[in-house]
T-cell receptor, first 115, second 110 residues
Framework: SQTIHQWPATLVQPVGSPLSLECTVE??????LYWYRQAAGRGLQLLFY??????ISSEVPQNLSASRPQDRQFILSSKKLLLSDSGFYLC??????????????FGSGTQLSVL | QKEVEQDPGPLSVPEGAIVSLNCTYS??????FMWYRQYSRKGPELLMY????GNKEDGRFTAQVDKSSKYISLFIRDSQPSDSATYLC??????????FGTGTSLTVIP
């Protein structure tokens, strides 16, 4: 069966520090991968999605970046965090090209607090 | 206009009640519809998945899609305190891009 791992669960970082959040998917190959941010009381905001290694689409211009160095690994990064980067970050995956499986599966999330 | 509209609630019901959660959408190309349950500080969990119109039942949960009205619903029968969570609707036209409602907060009171 497929599983998605996301870590860390909680992170407290000072303003101006770098960020690296990692997500891996097991039990499938060639998935679509996504990073979302969820602010309190607001919906899910798509940040990045990827259809393959090295292929990243950015939905929101900001100081965050994403990379996909391996087929089932997705990394969210920042060189210098801002206060506004605080939020709940979710990694997700969906099977690609598999009819009947047009759905998203989420990781457990990372609560990021920038102080 | 947002792609997906969902009443944020909060919704509070007594244990055993039938709960109705709803979303409307504007894009007639949507054909894949999902409901997620999210507990506080956890990732959303896929509850129901429906392709095109019609009903789908899974235990106490029933998902309905009315494409002519651009309206989807999730019904929870015999609601339990453990159903207390935020429920998110989601939909997609192509299985690559997904659009979410803002979520409805539900509390089931024992």
């Amino acid at each position: 069966s497929q599983t998605i791992h996301q870590w860390p669960a909680t992170l407290v970082q000072p303003v101006g520090s770098p960020l690296s959040l990692e997500c891996t998917v097991e039990g499938t190959s060639n998935p679509n991968l996504y990073w979302y941010r969820q602010a309190a009381g607001r919906g899910l905001q798509l940040l990045f999605y990827s259809v393959g290694i090295g292929q990243i689409s950015s939905e929101v211009p900001q100081n965050l970046s994403a990379s996909r160095p391996q087929d089932r690994q997705f990394i969210l990064s920042s060189k210098k965090l801002l206060l506004s980067d605080s939020g709940f970050y979710l990694c997700a995956w969906s099977p690609r090209g598999l009819q009947g499986y047009e759905k998203l599966f989420f990781g457990s999330g990372t609560q990021l607090s920038v102080l | 206009q947002k792609e997906v509209e969902q009443d944020p609630g909060p919704l509070s019901v007594p244990e055993g009640a039938i709960v109705s959660l709803n979303c409307t959408y504007s894009n007639s190309a949507f054909q894949y519809f999902m409901w997620y349950r999210q507990y506080s500080r956890k990732g959303p969990e896929l509850l129901m998945y429906t392709y095109s119109s019609g009903n789908k039942e899974d235990g106490r949960f029933t998902a309905q899609v009315d494409k002519s009205s651009k309206y989807i619903s999730l019904f929870i029968r015999d609601s339990q305190p453990s159903d207390s969570a935020t429920y998110l609707c989601a939909m997609s036209a192509n299985g690559n891009q997904f659009y979410f409602g803002t979520g409805t907060s539900l509390t089931v009171i024992p």
